[in-house]
């Protein structure tokens, strides 16, 4: 007995397997993640550069508006397309009194305005300091003298601008006195070297002594020095004095010596000078 013969049909032979498609659903799953990220990160680029460039826009407009509003003032009105020279520069105007009213009216403006004068008020020193620095400056008055030999017999002794020596507003000299023209307190000081010799017969103590001449009236001693020493040879010896007075236009101060031949002039050894304090 014949029994039948079922040949079972063959499996294609292009079929994946199913660890192929596995894998190859993975990689298009990844890849349209990636579009979607990437399309979403360029539409957040797009937006942004879009946001700049209006705004690189606006300002451009404002510089237009500007250099428009110059054109304007210079007379350059060429351009007929837009508005005329006078009806820009009226809406400039409304422009600016409408922002003035708006800063004016607001509740702490006039109380920012009352500070201001409060302070101004309370402290006058500080708004003028600048100025009293260069008044300060302009009436700097002293004067610093170095002692010059006199050909001629003197008693007051003599002086000359020389070396750093100075002579700074309002004070004047004349024959040997430094006459006051500005009045205030001043600080006067002098300093004389001389000679010692005790073969002279002026062996009695050597005097300096500065004297206020007044316009009116007798000659007042301000200072006075003396020095008893003597040696055998000529040995130089100082004195030096000063003062703070209270001196008036016009006042005149002057140095007297015991024997002005024997004074010394060398550099820094005499001189004569005063401060306004």
Known sequence: MNEPYN????????????????????????????????????????????????????????YLFLRRIQKCKKGEDTDKTLLSCKEVVNRFHELINEATKEVTARPNFEKLQENKEHRIAAHPVEQNSSQSKAENKELRI???????????????????????????????????????????????????????????TAQAPFFQTIYLSKPHGNDRILLRGVNTQSSPDCSLHSIHQGGVFDLQKGDMLYINVTDSSRMNYDTGSTFFGMVRL
Request: proline fraction near 4%.
């Open 142 to 200: 002293a004067a610093h003298l170095v002692g010059q030999k006199s050909s001629q017999s003197k008693a007051v002794l003599q002086w000359v601008e020389k070396g750093y020596s100075a002579m700074i507003n309002r004070l004047a000299y004349k024959d040997g006195k430094l006459i006051i023209e500005t009045p205030g307190l001043y600080y006067v000081y002098s300093q004389v070297t001389f000679c010692m010799d005790t073969t002279k």
């Open 7 to 62: 040949q079972s049909s063959p499996r294609p032979a292009n079929t994946p397997s199913p660890a192929t498609m596995k894998t190859f659903m993975c990689f298009l799953t990844l890849f349209i993640l990636a579009q979607i990220i990437g399309t979403t990160l360029f539409g957040l680029y797009l937006y942004m550069k879009i946001d700049k460039v209006k705004e690189e826009m606006s300002l451009h407009e404002d």
